[in-house]
């Protein structure tokens, strides 16, 4: 079993920042990719940015420049860093993990899910 927690998430004004950052426990050695998602009410979740084992990172492609992705090893923990927050970015954000080699961009292809995170940006 694996066990995800989200973290960080938090309200900011617009062109702040946040570090949300993402726990990994239980049985993590299989574990190949991690990513971040985002989800607003009433709709899928959003893929956003992804580990890859090798540690090479990939973002969906809207989400280049503002968006960082990290991951610790040592500490099982994915870090997204989210930089010039803007209303748009009001979103529940989720991390993901799965066993296969390769990370894909929608989230059926993800088993694992933590609780989420809230980000709220006040204009």
């Known amino acids: 079993q694996v066990h995800l927690v989200e973290s960080g998430g938090g309200s900011v004004q617009t062109g702040g920042s946040l570090r949300l950052s993402c726990a990994a426990s239980g049985d993590t050695v299989s574990l190949s990719c991690m990513g971040w998602f985002r989800q607003s009410p009433g709709e899928q979740r959003e893929g956003i940015a992804f580990?890859?084992?090798?540690?090479?990172?990939s973002y969906a492609s809207p989400r280049k420049g503002r968006f960082t992705i990290s991951k610790d090893s040592s500490k099982n923990t994915l870090v997204l860093e989210i930089d010039n927050l803007n209303p748009e970015d009001n979103d529940m954000y989720y991390c993901a993990a799965r066993r296969e080699t390769y990370c894909v961009q929608w989230d059926g292809g993800y088993p694992f899910w933590g609780q989420g995170t809230q980000v709220t940006v006040s204009s």
């Open positions: 580990v890859e084992p090798d540690g090479a990172t």
